[in-house]
């Protein structure tokens, strides 16, 4: 079974320019999270979708993040412009119910200069 | 060896040692608890978990033990192996209006020496 997918896997981009995020999770997975993870901090919970609802967005900053989960699978995540803060890992995860058997995928480490 | 999880982030044991993580959460409401390993460049790996109704699960190598009175976590790690070397968070199930979220301890660095 593939497990968790996200691309790029690495992004380096200046500031002010936008960047998304692809994550394609485990079959048959309805639940899915977006986390940022900074330099040696756990993961925080950015979004949460329940199949193609976000149920749980309010860590989001809505000022330049978006997300979607079209049809309910994959999923997009955005930022639009960049600031040298947003530098972290951006995880992507999947369950089959919410919070329990999480599968995290590898990440996009995203680098702002 | 042993760790406070959050005040002492780095832990060193010697191969086939027993490794001992420790994590203090923060909320009495939590339900869940899930031990979780980050090897560099990956994504968390589940480990293991626990629900408050339990105070010591056991798998593979590994046992973690919840004291609710104290809310505290640990992870026993035995005959702690090279590939055991990693990052380890705890994560916590917190109730919140808007559903459910984990909220992740900063983690324990393991470093497993020969």
């Known amino acids: 079974e593939a497990g968790v997918v996200q691309s790029p896997r690495y992004k380096i981009i200046e500031k002010k320019q936008p960047v998304a995020f692809w994550c394609n999770p485990i079959?048959?997975?309805?639940?899915l999270y977006w986390y940022r993870q900074n330099l040696g901090q756990g993961p925080e919970l950015l979004i949460r979708?329940?199949?193609?609802?976000?149920?749980?967005d309010s860590q989001l900053p809505k000022d330049r993040f978006s997300a979607e989960r079209l049809k309910g699978v994959d999923s997009t995540l955005k930022i639009q412009p960049a600031e040298l803060g947003d530098s972290a890992v951006y995880l992507c995860a999947s369950s089959t119910t919410p919070n329990y058997g999480y599968t995290f995928g590898s990440g996009t480490r995203l680098t702002v200069v | 060896g042993e760790s406070v999880g959050l005040h002492l982030p780095t832990l060193s044991v010697q191969e086939g040692d027993n490794s001992i993580i420790n994590c203090a959460y923060s909320?009495?409401?939590?339900?869940?608890f899930i031990w979780y390993k980050q090897e560099s460049g990956k994504g968390p790996q589940f480990i293991i978990d626990?629900?408050?109704?339990?105070d010591k699960r056991q798998g593979q190598r590994v046992t973690v033990l919840l004291n609710k009175t104290v809310k505290h976590l640990s992870l026993q790690i035995a005959a702690t192996q090279p590939g055991d070397s990693a990052v380890y968070f705890c994560a916590e199930n917190l109730n919140s209006n808007s559903g459910y979220a984990l909220n992740f301890g900063k983690g324990t660095s393991l470093l497993v020496t020969p």
């Open positions: 979708y329940e199949n193609e609802e976000a149920v749980d």
């Open positions: 079959s048959g997975h309805n639940t």
């Open positions: 909320n009495s409401a939590s339900d869940y």
């Open positions: 626990i629900r408050s109704n339990m």
